[in-house]
């Protein structure tokens, strides 16, 4: 079965915080793809980042990093000195063939 | 090409009407994605198309949903006798194979 787990279904923190969001799949594929998309108000699906199964090198662009851990099949995404503007539902998603999302995490930053 | 174009933004509909989205991918794009989302959910698959081929249809596809992609550019997704239960957002998406997958902004979809 290929499934997306974000366990997280709010977060609110206050500005500055550094704040992590949970994302945990299951595939049996060998070959497969991780996505962070954001959703801010208006609805649109905001790409973050795209990382293969072969690469787990942690990435950092700007405040956001990722934390890709194949053994614990998690991909965990950590927004450092939180703002305002970070308030949006973040989506895990997988790909095998086609996107799998998981249900979510919303986001609240308060001033 | 500045990304993918979806129209119209919103749709109220009466119970029973039939409604058609159209959705337009980046041109050189040869995947292209159906799907819905409701309040509070992830955005669930529906249907993709690899040029003008459809490759696959989820269980959620009731016989009121058909998509087509005639010449393997645009799509249009119709849905039948609507029902207060098709009320979503309607995204689509296009790729080239798994790569560049993006999104347009979707239909709104109000079932009254």
């Known amino acids: 079965a290929q499934k997306v787990t974000q366990a997280q279904t709010e977060i609110s923190v206050v500005e500055k915080e550094d704040v992590t969001l949970d994302c945990v799949y299951e595939t049996r594929d060998t070959t497969y793809y991780l996505f962070w998309y954001k959703q801010p108000p208006s609805g649109e699906l905001v790409f973050l980042i795209r990382?293969?199964?072969?690469?787990?090198q942690n990435e950092i662009s700007g405040r956001y990093s990722w934390n890709f851990q194949k053994s614990t099949s998690s991909f965990n995404f950590t927004i450092t000195a939180s703002q305002v503007v970070d308030s949006a539902v973040y989506f895990c998603?997988?790909?095998?063939?086609?996107?799998?999302f998981g249900t979510g995490t919303r986001l609240q930053v308060f001033p | 090409d500045t990304g993918v174009s979806q129209n119209p933004r919103h749709k109220i509909t009466k119970r029973g009407q039939n409604v058609t989205f159209r959705c337009d991918p980046i041109s050189e794009h040869n995947r292209l994605y159906w799907y819905r989302q409701t309040l509070g959910q992830g955005p669930e698959f529906l249907t993709y198309f690899q040029n003008e081929a459809q490759l696959e249809k989820s269980r959620l596809l009731s016989d009121r949903f058909s998509a087509e992609r005639p010449k393997g550019s645009f799509s249009t997704l119709e849905i039948q006798r609507t029902e207060q239960g098709d009320s979503a957002m309607y995204l689509c998406?296009?790729?080239?194979?798994?790569?560049?997958?993006?999104f347009g902004s979707g239909t709104r979809l109000t079932v009254v």
């Open positions: 998406a296009s790729s080239l194979g798994t790569n560049g997958y993006t």
């Open positions: 990382r293969n199964s072969f690469d787990e």
């Open positions: 998603a997988l790909l095998p063939d086609k996107l799998i």
